[in-house]
């Protein structure tokens, strides 16, 4: 099991930049699709964005496209969301998460292991 922490998160005004950043245990980050997801209140958790063991295979949302840009550190065994033009329906709580098959996904079930995520607030 890998354990994951998000941190970064917080009130912005609409316009503005934020980066978030999961730092993951396990000696096998590198191996690790890792995604990228958030919930709003009384919504279903979405998918945002996914960045594969290759750092040039990420997928995002549509909704983040061009926006939103997913990277890693596997030195660091981290993952960022640097997050640009926020637009308050951007506010939710965003969540890390590791998936273990190999390729690239954005369904929640692909993914085994969860961060306790943290919050975005987008003022308007």
């Known amino acids: 099991q890998v354990q994951l922490v998000e941190s970064g998160g917080g009130l912005v005004q609409a316009g503005g930049s934020l980066r978030l950043s999961c730092a993951a245990s396990g000696r096998t980050f590198s191996s690790y699709t890792m995604g990228w997801f958030r919930q709003a209140p009384g919504k279903e958790r979405e998918f945002v964005s996914a960045i594969a063991w290759s750092p040039s295979n990420t997928i995002y949302a549509d909704s983040v496209k061009g926006r939103f840009t997913i990277s890693r550190d596997n030195a660091k065994n981290t993952v960022y969301l640097q997050m640009n033009s926020l637009k308050p329906e951007d506010t939710a709580v965003y969540y890390c998460?590791?998936?273990?098959?190999?390729?690239?996904?954005?369904?929640?079930?692909?993914?085994?292991?969860w961060g306790q995520g943290t919050q975005v607030t987008v003022s308007s």
């Open positions: 998460a590791a998936g273990y098959r190999s390729g690239i996904y954005y369904t929640v079930r692909g993914y085994a292991d």
